[in-house]
Protein backbone atom coordinates (compact mmCIF):
# COMPACT_ATOMS: atom_id res chain seq x y z
CA UNK A 1 0.00 0.00 0.00
CA UNK A 2 0.99 3.42 -0.58
CA UNK A 3 -1.78 5.95 -0.01
CA UNK A 4 -4.84 5.26 -0.35
CA UNK A 5 -7.27 2.15 -1.09
CA UNK A 6 -6.91 -0.92 -3.65
CA UNK A 7 -4.65 1.20 -6.55
CA UNK A 8 -4.95 4.23 -4.93
CA UNK A 9 -3.48 2.08 -1.95
CA UNK A 10 -1.06 0.72 -3.45
CA UNK A 11 0.22 4.41 -4.96
CA UNK A 12 0.05 6.21 -2.12
CA UNK A 13 26.08 5.65 -21.43
CA UNK A 14 28.34 8.29 -22.15
CA UNK A 15 31.97 7.94 -22.84
CA UNK A 16 34.78 8.75 -20.33
CA UNK A 17 36.20 11.68 -21.51
CA UNK A 18 35.24 15.19 -20.11
CA UNK A 19 32.74 16.02 -22.61
CA UNK A 20 29.03 15.99 -21.70
CA UNK A 21 26.33 15.32 -24.09
CA UNK A 22 23.49 17.34 -25.22
CA UNK A 23 21.84 16.74 -21.70
CA UNK A 24 24.80 18.89 -20.16
CA UNK A 25 25.27 16.07 -17.71
CA UNK A 26 29.16 14.84 -17.52
CA UNK A 27 29.59 11.23 -18.66
CA UNK A 28 32.13 10.50 -15.92
CA UNK A 29 29.02 11.00 -13.05
CA UNK A 30 27.31 8.21 -14.78
CA UNK A 31 29.66 5.80 -16.87
CA UNK A 32 33.36 6.29 -15.41
CA UNK A 33 35.87 4.26 -17.72
CA UNK A 34 34.61 3.08 -19.98
CA UNK A 35 31.94 4.32 -23.49
CA UNK A 36 29.15 1.94 -23.64
CA UNK A 37 28.01 1.99 -27.47
CA UNK A 38 24.42 1.62 -26.36
CA UNK A 39 23.23 -0.10 -23.09
CA UNK A 40 20.31 -0.38 -20.79
CA UNK A 41 20.21 0.67 -16.46
CA UNK A 42 21.75 -1.42 -13.75
CA UNK A 43 18.19 -2.69 -13.28
CA UNK A 44 17.36 -4.90 -16.24
CA UNK A 45 20.14 -7.15 -15.78
CA UNK A 46 18.54 -10.01 -18.04
CA UNK A 47 19.20 -7.33 -21.08
CA UNK A 48 23.24 -6.61 -21.01
CA UNK A 49 24.71 -3.83 -23.03
CA UNK A 50 26.59 -2.12 -20.92
CA UNK A 51 29.61 -3.45 -18.41
CA UNK A 52 28.47 -4.44 -14.74
CA UNK A 53 30.60 -1.85 -13.72
CA UNK A 54 28.47 1.17 -15.74
CA UNK A 55 25.06 -0.16 -15.01
CA UNK A 56 25.92 -0.24 -10.92
CA UNK A 57 27.07 3.38 -11.48
CA UNK A 58 24.00 4.35 -13.06
CA UNK A 59 22.09 2.96 -10.87
CA UNK A 60 23.98 3.93 -7.97
CA UNK A 61 23.05 7.73 -9.30
CA UNK A 62 20.09 7.09 -10.02
CA UNK A 63 18.76 5.59 -6.41
CA UNK A 64 20.56 8.90 -5.00
CA UNK A 65 18.96 11.26 -7.26
CA UNK A 66 15.19 9.34 -7.46
CA UNK A 67 14.95 8.95 -3.34
CA UNK A 68 16.21 11.99 -2.60
CA UNK A 69 13.26 13.47 -4.65
CA UNK A 70 10.99 11.36 -3.15
CA UNK A 71 12.33 12.32 0.42
CA UNK A 72 11.78 16.09 -0.06
CA UNK A 73 8.75 16.33 -2.73
CA UNK A 74 6.55 13.43 -2.79
CA UNK A 75 5.30 11.86 -5.45
CA UNK A 76 5.29 13.82 -8.74
CA UNK A 77 1.56 15.20 -9.07
CA UNK A 78 1.80 15.92 -12.21
CA UNK A 79 2.59 12.41 -13.61
CA UNK A 80 -0.13 9.96 -14.35
CA UNK A 81 1.67 7.14 -11.44
CA UNK A 82 2.62 3.84 -12.82
CA UNK A 83 1.11 2.43 -9.91
CA UNK A 84 -2.43 3.83 -10.78
CA UNK A 85 -1.63 1.79 -14.60
CA UNK A 86 -1.05 -1.22 -12.62
CA UNK A 87 -3.94 -1.41 -10.73
CA UNK A 88 -6.33 -0.56 -13.61
CA UNK A 89 -4.79 -3.55 -14.90
CA UNK A 90 -5.34 -5.95 -12.15
CA UNK A 91 -8.84 -4.36 -12.00
CA UNK A 92 -9.59 -5.73 -15.94
CA UNK A 93 -7.68 -9.58 -15.69
CA UNK A 94 -9.71 -9.83 -12.26
CA UNK A 95 -13.04 -8.94 -14.41
CA UNK A 96 -12.17 -10.84 -17.60
CA UNK A 97 -10.20 -14.13 -15.34
CA UNK A 98 -13.50 -14.63 -13.43
CA UNK A 99 -15.73 -15.09 -16.63
CA UNK A 100 -13.29 -17.69 -18.12
CA UNK A 101 -12.47 -19.58 -15.20
CA UNK A 102 -15.38 -21.40 -13.69
CA UNK A 103 -17.49 -19.94 -10.01
CA UNK A 104 -15.71 -22.48 -7.88
CA UNK A 105 -13.01 -22.80 -5.35
CA UNK A 106 -10.56 -24.78 -7.70
CA UNK A 107 -11.70 -22.63 -10.34
CA UNK A 108 -11.15 -19.24 -8.09
CA UNK A 109 -7.69 -20.26 -7.59
CA UNK A 110 -6.64 -20.98 -10.98
CA UNK A 111 -7.99 -17.44 -11.92
CA UNK A 112 -5.91 -16.11 -9.19
CA UNK A 113 -2.90 -18.11 -10.26
CA UNK A 114 -3.37 -16.62 -13.73
CA UNK A 115 -3.78 -13.25 -12.39
CA UNK A 116 -0.61 -13.57 -10.45
CA UNK A 117 1.81 -14.54 -13.74
CA UNK A 118 0.31 -12.30 -15.98
CA UNK A 119 0.76 -9.23 -13.68
CA UNK A 120 4.19 -9.86 -12.78
CA UNK A 121 5.23 -10.17 -16.29
CA UNK A 122 3.69 -7.32 -16.55
CA UNK A 123 5.01 -5.63 -13.99
CA UNK A 124 8.55 -6.38 -14.64
CA UNK A 125 8.56 -6.29 -18.08
CA UNK A 126 6.97 -3.55 -19.71
CA UNK A 127 9.54 -1.04 -17.34
CA UNK A 128 12.35 -3.35 -18.51
CA UNK A 129 11.90 -2.91 -21.64
CA UNK A 130 10.89 0.80 -21.66
CA UNK A 131 13.92 1.59 -19.67
CA UNK A 132 16.06 -0.68 -22.52
CA UNK A 133 14.66 0.96 -25.31
CA UNK A 134 14.93 4.64 -23.31
CA UNK A 135 18.85 3.83 -23.42
CA UNK A 136 18.94 2.34 -26.71
CA UNK A 137 17.58 6.47 -27.88
CA UNK A 138 19.84 7.95 -25.63
CA UNK A 139 21.86 7.18 -22.40
CA UNK A 140 20.77 10.89 -20.80
CA UNK A 141 17.20 9.48 -21.51
CA UNK A 142 17.57 6.81 -20.02
CA UNK A 143 18.92 7.97 -17.08
CA UNK A 144 16.33 10.28 -16.45
CA UNK A 145 13.85 7.23 -16.82
CA UNK A 146 15.73 5.56 -14.19
CA UNK A 147 15.53 8.89 -11.83
CA UNK A 148 11.77 8.86 -12.36
CA UNK A 149 10.71 5.56 -11.17
CA UNK A 150 13.30 5.85 -8.40
CA UNK A 151 11.04 8.47 -7.11
CA UNK A 152 7.85 6.99 -7.53
CA UNK A 153 8.39 3.72 -6.21
CA UNK A 154 8.94 4.18 -2.64
CA UNK A 155 6.04 6.54 -1.10
CA UNK A 156 7.86 8.12 1.84
CA UNK A 157 6.78 11.73 1.59
CA UNK A 158 3.54 10.60 0.17
CA UNK A 159 2.73 8.42 2.95
CA UNK A 160 3.80 11.29 5.48
CA UNK A 161 1.12 13.18 3.67
CA UNK A 162 -1.63 11.70 3.70
CA UNK A 163 -1.58 11.06 7.50
CA UNK A 164 -0.49 14.48 8.46
CA UNK A 165 -3.70 15.34 6.73
CA UNK A 166 -5.40 12.92 9.02
CA UNK A 167 -3.56 15.01 12.15
CA UNK A 168 -4.32 18.50 11.04
CA UNK A 169 -8.57 17.44 10.79
CA UNK A 170 -7.80 15.74 14.13
CA UNK A 171 -6.76 19.18 15.35
CA UNK A 172 -9.08 21.35 14.10
CA UNK A 173 -11.85 18.90 15.91
CA UNK A 174 -13.04 17.75 12.48
CA UNK A 175 -13.38 14.00 13.32
CA UNK A 176 -15.87 13.44 10.34
CA UNK A 177 -12.88 14.75 7.92
CA UNK A 178 -9.87 13.22 10.06
CA UNK A 179 -12.59 9.65 9.54
CA UNK A 180 -12.35 9.92 5.57
CA UNK A 181 -8.79 11.33 5.89
CA UNK A 182 -7.68 7.98 7.30
CA UNK A 183 -9.94 5.83 4.68
CA UNK A 184 -7.78 7.21 2.52
CA UNK A 185 -4.86 4.67 3.97
CA UNK A 186 -6.46 2.17 5.73
CA UNK A 187 -8.42 -1.07 4.83
CA UNK A 188 -10.83 -1.02 7.87
CA UNK A 189 -14.08 0.79 8.26
CA UNK A 190 -13.76 4.54 9.11
CA UNK A 191 -17.21 5.60 9.48
CA UNK A 192 -17.71 4.87 13.35
CA UNK A 193 -14.13 5.83 14.96
CA UNK A 194 -13.60 7.81 17.52
CA UNK A 195 -10.50 10.65 17.71
CA UNK A 196 -8.82 7.51 18.96
CA UNK A 197 -9.55 5.47 16.95
CA UNK A 198 -8.66 7.30 13.80
CA UNK A 199 -5.19 8.49 15.43
CA UNK A 200 -4.35 4.58 16.37
CA UNK A 201 -5.15 3.45 12.63
CA UNK A 202 -3.50 6.53 11.37
CA UNK A 203 -0.19 5.60 13.69
CA UNK A 204 -0.66 1.91 12.27
CA UNK A 205 -0.39 2.29 8.99
CA UNK A 206 2.72 4.62 9.05
CA UNK A 207 4.48 1.66 10.93
CA UNK A 208 3.03 -1.01 9.00
CA UNK A 209 3.92 0.93 5.57
CA UNK A 210 7.52 1.92 6.46
CA UNK A 211 8.06 -1.55 5.28
CA UNK A 212 6.36 -2.29 2.39
CA UNK A 213 5.59 1.42 1.40
CA UNK A 214 9.37 2.43 2.24
CA UNK A 215 11.97 0.27 2.99
CA UNK A 216 10.80 -2.83 0.91
CA UNK A 217 10.91 -0.99 -2.34
CA UNK A 218 14.07 0.83 -1.29
CA UNK A 219 15.82 -2.97 -0.91
CA UNK A 220 14.27 -3.84 -4.21
CA UNK A 221 15.43 -0.85 -6.30
CA UNK A 222 18.39 -1.57 -4.78
CA UNK A 223 19.18 -5.21 -5.66
CA UNK A 224 17.58 -4.82 -9.45
CA UNK A 225 16.91 -1.14 -10.40
CA UNK A 226 13.21 0.12 -11.61
CA UNK A 227 12.16 -3.00 -12.98
CA UNK A 228 12.42 -5.59 -9.98
CA UNK A 229 10.86 -2.51 -7.78
CA UNK A 230 7.87 -2.56 -10.17
CA UNK A 231 8.11 -6.16 -10.05
CA UNK A 232 7.60 -5.75 -5.89
CA UNK A 233 5.02 -2.91 -6.10
CA UNK A 234 2.61 -5.44 -8.66
CA UNK A 235 2.47 -7.95 -6.01
CA UNK A 236 1.84 -5.34 -3.36
CA UNK A 237 -0.65 -3.77 -5.06
CA UNK A 238 -2.73 -6.97 -6.32
CA UNK A 239 -2.62 -7.95 -2.33
CA UNK A 240 -4.08 -4.45 -1.23
CA UNK A 241 -6.66 -5.24 -4.31
CA UNK A 242 -7.55 -8.85 -3.85
CA UNK A 243 -5.72 -10.49 -0.62
CA UNK A 244 -8.84 -10.37 1.59
CA UNK A 245 -10.18 -12.81 3.67
CA UNK A 246 -13.71 -12.47 2.22
CA UNK A 247 -16.26 -14.19 0.20
CA UNK A 248 -15.34 -12.52 -3.13
CA UNK A 249 -11.52 -12.93 -2.53
CA UNK A 250 -10.82 -16.19 -0.21
CA UNK A 251 -9.96 -18.40 -3.18
CA UNK A 252 -9.12 -15.61 -6.00
CA UNK A 253 -6.77 -13.30 -4.18
CA UNK A 254 -5.20 -16.45 -2.48
CA UNK A 255 -2.19 -16.68 -4.51
CA UNK A 256 -1.43 -12.85 -4.37
CA UNK A 257 -1.67 -12.92 -0.82
CA UNK A 258 0.72 -15.57 -0.14
CA UNK A 259 3.30 -14.30 -2.29
CA UNK A 260 3.13 -10.72 -1.21
CA UNK A 261 3.44 -12.57 2.18
CA UNK A 262 6.83 -14.12 0.95
CA UNK A 263 8.57 -11.22 -0.92
CA UNK A 264 7.58 -9.30 2.59
CA UNK A 265 9.22 -11.53 4.64
CA UNK A 266 13.15 -10.83 4.92
CA UNK A 267 12.31 -6.31 4.16
CA UNK A 268 9.64 -6.61 7.13
CA UNK A 269 12.42 -8.05 9.48
CA UNK A 270 14.80 -5.82 8.00
CA UNK A 271 12.44 -2.68 8.82
CA UNK A 272 11.67 -3.66 12.27
CA UNK A 273 15.56 -4.09 12.84
CA UNK A 274 16.15 -0.35 10.57
CA UNK A 275 13.40 1.03 13.03
CA UNK A 276 15.02 -0.12 15.94
CA UNK A 277 18.08 1.30 15.64
CA UNK A 278 16.29 4.85 14.33
CA UNK A 279 14.44 4.81 17.85
CA UNK A 280 17.91 5.77 19.15
CA UNK A 281 18.43 8.39 16.65
CA UNK A 282 15.12 10.52 16.93
CA UNK A 283 15.52 11.88 20.56
CA UNK A 284 14.00 11.52 24.05
CA UNK A 285 10.05 10.68 22.87
CA UNK A 286 11.46 7.27 21.48
CA UNK A 287 12.32 4.15 23.74
CA UNK A 288 14.51 2.41 21.75
CA UNK A 289 14.88 -0.58 24.82
CA UNK A 290 11.41 -0.89 25.05
CA UNK A 291 10.56 -1.08 21.13
CA UNK A 292 13.05 -4.25 21.11
CA UNK A 293 11.38 -6.01 23.51
CA UNK A 294 7.68 -5.27 22.30
CA UNK A 295 9.19 -6.30 18.42
CA UNK A 296 10.38 -9.66 20.43
CA UNK A 297 6.93 -9.91 22.21
CA UNK A 298 4.58 -8.99 20.01
CA UNK A 299 6.06 -9.20 16.15
CA UNK A 300 3.94 -12.49 15.25
CA UNK A 301 0.62 -11.10 16.86
CA UNK A 302 -1.17 -10.47 13.75
CA UNK A 303 -2.97 -12.64 10.64
CA UNK A 304 -0.22 -11.66 8.48
CA UNK A 305 3.63 -12.99 9.35
CA UNK A 306 5.13 -9.47 8.47
CA UNK A 307 2.13 -6.50 9.49
CA UNK A 308 3.04 -6.96 13.17
CA UNK A 309 7.12 -6.76 12.85
CA UNK A 310 7.11 -2.95 12.52
CA UNK A 311 3.91 -1.79 14.37
CA UNK A 312 5.56 -4.02 17.02
CA UNK A 313 8.60 -1.89 17.40
CA UNK A 314 6.90 1.64 16.84
CA UNK A 315 4.29 0.64 19.86
CA UNK A 316 7.06 -0.41 21.64
CA UNK A 317 9.18 3.06 20.61
CA UNK A 318 5.87 5.34 21.60
CA UNK A 319 5.27 3.29 25.22
CA UNK A 320 0.97 2.81 23.34
CA UNK A 321 -0.97 0.33 22.59
CA UNK A 322 -1.83 -0.60 18.99
CA UNK A 323 -4.17 -2.73 17.11
CA UNK A 324 -6.69 -4.86 18.27
CA UNK A 325 -10.68 -6.05 16.91
CA UNK A 326 -11.27 -3.65 14.13
CA UNK A 327 -14.46 -3.59 11.10
CA UNK A 328 -13.87 -4.50 7.45
CA UNK A 329 -16.22 -4.79 5.17
CA UNK A 330 -19.07 -4.41 8.15
CA UNK A 331 -17.39 -7.36 10.00
CA UNK A 332 -15.98 -6.76 13.52
CA UNK A 333 -12.17 -8.73 13.07
CA UNK A 334 -10.95 -9.69 16.32
CA UNK A 335 -7.24 -9.01 16.41
CA UNK A 336 -4.70 -9.22 19.31
CA UNK A 337 -3.03 -6.01 20.95
CA UNK A 338 0.20 -4.93 20.24
CA UNK A 339 2.60 -3.12 22.72
CA UNK A 340 1.08 -1.89 26.06
CA UNK A 341 -0.46 0.75 26.84
CA UNK A 342 2.14 2.99 29.20
CA UNK A 343 0.18 5.93 28.04
CA UNK A 344 -2.62 7.20 26.13
CA UNK A 345 -2.97 7.55 22.48
CA UNK A 346 -2.77 10.98 21.46
CA UNK A 347 -3.24 12.74 18.04
CA UNK A 348 0.75 13.87 18.37
CA UNK A 349 1.67 10.20 17.77
CA UNK A 350 0.76 10.62 14.11
CA UNK A 351 3.78 13.21 14.17
CA UNK A 352 6.15 10.66 15.94
CA UNK A 353 5.11 8.02 13.59
CA UNK A 354 6.29 10.34 11.06
CA UNK A 355 9.28 11.09 12.38
CA UNK A 356 10.34 7.54 12.83
CA UNK A 357 9.86 6.24 9.40
CA UNK A 358 12.06 9.17 8.12
CA UNK A 359 14.46 8.39 10.14
CA UNK A 360 14.58 4.89 9.40
CA UNK A 361 14.18 5.20 5.59
CA UNK A 362 16.94 7.19 5.77
CA UNK A 363 19.26 5.21 7.56
CA UNK A 364 18.09 2.06 4.66
CA UNK A 365 18.85 4.42 1.88
CA UNK A 366 22.49 5.00 3.75
CA UNK A 367 22.72 1.30 4.36
CA UNK A 368 21.69 0.42 0.73
CA UNK A 369 24.21 3.27 -1.34
CA UNK A 370 26.98 2.38 1.16
CA UNK A 371 26.74 -1.56 -0.09
CA UNK A 372 26.25 -0.83 -3.30
CA UNK A 373 29.45 1.46 -3.46
CA UNK A 374 31.64 -1.38 -1.68
CA UNK A 375 30.47 -3.61 -4.24
CA UNK A 376 31.47 -1.15 -7.45
CA UNK A 377 34.42 -0.51 -5.71
CA UNK A 378 35.45 -3.92 -5.67
CA UNK A 379 34.68 -5.21 -8.54
Sequence with gaps: MACGKTAAEAELGMHSCDKTDDGGIPASLLYGKSAPRTGISGAVCLLPERTGENKMKTALAALIVGYGLDLLLGDPSFLYHPIRVI???????????????????KGELAGGVFLVILVCLAGYGVPALLLFAAFKIHPVIGFLLEVLWCWQIPATKCLKDESMKVYQKLKENDLPGARYAVSMIVGRDTENLSETGVTKAAVETIAENTSDGVIAPLLFLAIGGPAVGFLYKSINTMD??????????????????????????????????????????CGKEFDGKRAWYIFKRDRYRHASPNSAQTEAVCAGALGIRLAGNASYFGKIVEKPYIGDAERAVETEDIKRADRLLYAT?????????????VILLIS
Design 240 to 281: SMVGYKNDRYLYFGRTAAKLDDIVNYIPARISALLMVVSCFL
Design 87 to 105: GNLIALLEKWLRKVFPKTP
Design 361 to 373: AVLCEAICLFVLL
